[in-house]
């Protein structure tokens, strides 16, 4: 499987952007998805996680309630809306893939990622 992250970008504090992950290879409806991000200096840390089926869902505890991940399995993309933005947000986010769905960043079973997308939120 082969991940292609984008939508980041520049945004005010208080705006919204919506990333996208796109995937490659047939596998990609049996597996768990998830963002990360790494801001700079610091370690790369879980924030989003979503189920082949995308029954289940888990989020890092700063972005619940901001956040919405989300996959469309017939197009092959997981997504990651982002609402409410602060200058914390700040990172390069990357997406994951596994086969086990995961819901923080104590997980070492990531098989995939992808390139990472910048998001800075200005304040």
């Known amino acids: 499987v082969q991940l292609q992250a984008s939508g980041g970008g520049l945004v005010q504090a208080g705006g919204s952007l919506r990333l996208a992950c796109a995937a490659s290879?047939?596998?990609?409806?049996?597996?768990?998805m998830g963002w990360f991000r790494q801001a700079p200096g610091k370690e790369r840390d879980f924030v989003a996680s979503?189920?082949?089926?995308?029954?289940?869902?888990y989020y890092a505890d700063s972005v619940k309630g901001r956040f919405t991940i989300s996959r469309d399995n017939a197009k092959n993309t997981m997504y990651l809306q982002m609402s409410s933005l602060k200058p914390e947000d700040t990172a390069v986010y990357y997406c994951?893939?596994?086969?086990?769905?995961?819901?923080?960043?104590?997980?070492?079973?990531?098989?995939?990622w992808g390139k990472g997308t910048q998001v800075t939120v200005s304040s």
């Open positions: 979503i189920s082949w089926s995308g029954d289940s869902t």
């Open positions: 290879g047939r596998t990609f409806s049996s597996i768990a």
């Open positions: 994951a893939a596994s086969p086990y769905l995961w819901r923080d960043s104590t997980f070492n079973g990531i098989n995939y």
